[in-house]
């Protein structure tokens, strides 16, 4: 039981140093959908991210265009507004406190994964 106790710990600091890891690796994005009311879609171009906090496919509902390794904004009132569709840019996981913003809430598809991220100039 002790032993089971012990690797059970090992693997939670495991995948802490893990999460760490990639809160501060660089990571290469485009910017592809700007959907209303801030419902943006990145698709990953470069940067071992984890697969399992991106959609490796998805489909926008509304144009029927199909995506890959593509994720929503979790924090919208962080994202600059100098960065539009079609940008190429570097970020980083944001593991900050997010900011309150005042968002509307019309809808417009978006990947359900979605990541907090903090743009960065280039590395």
Do not use: H
Not at 8 to 26: D, E, M, R, W, Y
Not at 80 to 97: A, I, M, R
């Amino acid at each position: 039981m002790k032993l089971l106790s012990i690797l059970f710990a090992a693997a939670i600091l495991v995948g802490c140093a893990g999460s760490k890891k990639n809160a501060s690796q660089t990571y290469k994005a485009r910017f592809e959908i700007d959907g209303i009311c801030s419902n943006y879609t990145f698709k990953l171009l470069e940067g071992s991210l984890d697969k399992s906090l991106i959609e490796a496919n998805w489909t926008d509902e509304t144009t029927g265009k199909a995506y890959t390794d593509v994720f929503g904004l979790a924090n919208p009132c962080n994202f600059p507004q100098n960065v539009k569709k079609g940008d190429e840019f570097y970020f980083v996981l944001d593991t900050s406190k997010q900011k309150d913003c005042a968002v509307c809430m019309a809808y417009y598809p978006t990947p359900q994964k979605k990541l907090a991220i903090k743009v960065v100039a280039a590395p």
